[in-house]
């Protein structure tokens, strides 16, 4: 337990569906992040918030949508995906962003789009 | 561009010793991360280093060398829990981690 937790693990969607993952961490850290895992590709970051506000969006298409309505929650709100969207979808958080930190990870969402 | 390469794939006996090398490229040097993520589980914190030298915690141990762009993870004693895959990651100028595609080490008996 890394005091992190997702929701659901695994999820399978057709491609007009739309869906939502949780991320809930309960270590009182500041920063959150949105992470995508395909095999034998190195993670890949889609969205960091801080203390709720988004400062990190690195050029993901709109299908996908995050949400953070406080500094414990993030969504990943998901509508019209792609079958190469089908990945293991991380959530990690952090003390602070913007300096060294250690990042504590969620078991993930396999995510599976058809 | 930023980069950071590590092998794919390595095998090692139950009892021994591996070495784990990661290179990096990054635009600015924050410092680097090893994780090791178990097959459907969460990636877990295992080392960093910012300055140049071996770090030991308990079976593991992590190097860097900040001229050569290097770094790597030692795991001795190996066990077969020890079978995972090692994420290399090293924090560039603006703080972001650049993640390698991981090691995926196997342990034979």
């Known amino acids: 337990e890394t005091g992190v937790t997702q929701t659901p693990r695994h999820l399978v969607m057709g491609m007009t569906n739309k869906k939502s993952l949780k991320c809930e961490q309960h270590l009182g850290h500041n920063a959150m992040y949105w992470y995508k895992q395909s095999a034998k590709k190195p993670l890949e970051l889609m969205f960091v918030?801080?203390?709720?506000?988004?400062?990190e969006n690195n050029s993901v298409p709109s299908r996908f949508s995050p949400e953070c309505p406080n500094s414990s929650h993030l969504f990943l709100h998901l509508h019209t995906l792609q079958p190469e969207d089908s990945a293991l979808y991380l959530c990690?958080?952090?003390?602070?962003?913007?300096?060294?930190?250690?990042?504590?990870f969620g078991p993930g969402t396999r995510l599976t789009v058809l | 561009g930023q980069n950071i390469d590590q092998p794919t794939e390595m095998t090692a006996t139950e009892g021994a010793i591996v070495q784990i090398n990661c290179t990096y490229q990054t635009s600015g040097f924050n410092g680097l991360f090893w994780y090791q993520q178990h097959a459907g589980e969460a990636p877990t914190f295992l080392s960093y280093n910012v300055l140049d030298g071996l770090e030991e915690k308990g079976r593991f141990s992590s190097f860097l060398s900040r001229s050569k762009g290097y770094s790597y993870l030692l795991l001795k004693e190996l066990q077969m829990k020890d079978s995972a895959s090692y994420l290399c990651a090293a924090m560039d100028s603006n703080y972001q981690l650049i993640w390698g595609a991981g090691t995926k080490l196997i342990i034979k008996p």
């Open positions: 918030y801080s203390l709720e506000e988004r400062v």
């Open positions: 990690a958080s952090s003390q602070d962003s913007g300096k060294y930190n250690e990042q504590f």
